[in-house]
């Protein structure tokens, strides 16, 4: 199914550890982009990517690395969790800004850190 | 200030009743948004607006460019259609998000 597939779907970690939250998305989009929600907080932007070899930084990225070796795959990583990284965890994919551009989510990653 | 402002933040509405959710956004655009999330659910898109207006059902999105600002009606609601409602515009790079509205219909 097209979309945007997120893995995984839950996980908990120590803090610490580190892990690579995966997004993959089969429309060709050339933007793709990872936000964290908590609560009352709306969702916040971390790393974006406008296209294959490109990386920028959001509102929060500290503690947060991205790649973009494909236009598929947009990993995210946490090197050494926190427990202020818990939250709840969504990619996104969209195409070319301009009037047709749509927008697709993945269906989020709760992570819990301990 | 944020780029993106929805109002309001919390809506209660009892069963039926048209609700009205509005979006401002300050910087220049090339598309918004409509998306809705359901309590511990994932995010789904409504509606893609670039100009005018947009009907799905009982959903209508409209948006004006000029004034930089955009809503979404709900007709006849329902108890099903309490979620949280989020307005995203497209910018030159990235999508920026609004709070949100929290609504809640009561039967």
């Known amino acids: 199914n097209a979309g945007v597939t997120q893995t995984p779907k839950f996980r908990v970690l120590k803090t610490g550890q580190s892990m690579t939250l995966l997004c993959a998305q089969d429309m060709n989009h050339e933007y793709m982009y990872w936000y964290r929600q908590d609560p009352g907080m709306g969702l916040r932007l971390i790393h974006y990517s406008v296209g294959e070899g490109t990386t920028a930084k959001g509102e929060v990225p500290d503690g947060y690395n991205v790649s973009r070796s494909t236009t598929e795959d947009f990993p995210l990583r946490l090197l050494s969790a926190a427990p202020s990284q818990t939250s709840v965890y969504f990619c996104?994919?969209?195409?070319?800004?301009?009037?047709?551009?749509?927008?697709?989510f993945g269906q989020g990653t709760r992570l819990t850190v301990v | 200030k944020n780029e993106v402002e929805q109002s309001p933040q919390n809506l209660t509405a009892q069963e039926g009743e048209f609700i009205t959710i509005n979006c401002s956004y300050s910087?220049?655009?090339?598309?918004l948004h409509w998306l809705q999330q359901h309590p511990g659910g994932g995010i789904v898109s409504l509606f893609m607006l670039s100009s005018g207006k947009k009907k799905h059902g009982r959903l209508i999105a409209t948006i004006n460019i000029q004034e930089k600002h955009s809503s979404l009606h709900i007709t006849a609601s329902h108890p099903r259609d309490s979620a949280v409602y989020i307005c995203a515009v497209q910018g030159a790079q990235k999508l920026v998000f609004g709070q949100g509205t929290r609504l809640t219909i009561n039967p």
């Open positions: 910087v220049g655009i090339s598309a």
């Open positions: 996104a994919s969209s195409s070319f800004g301009g009037r047709n551009t749509e927008a697709f």
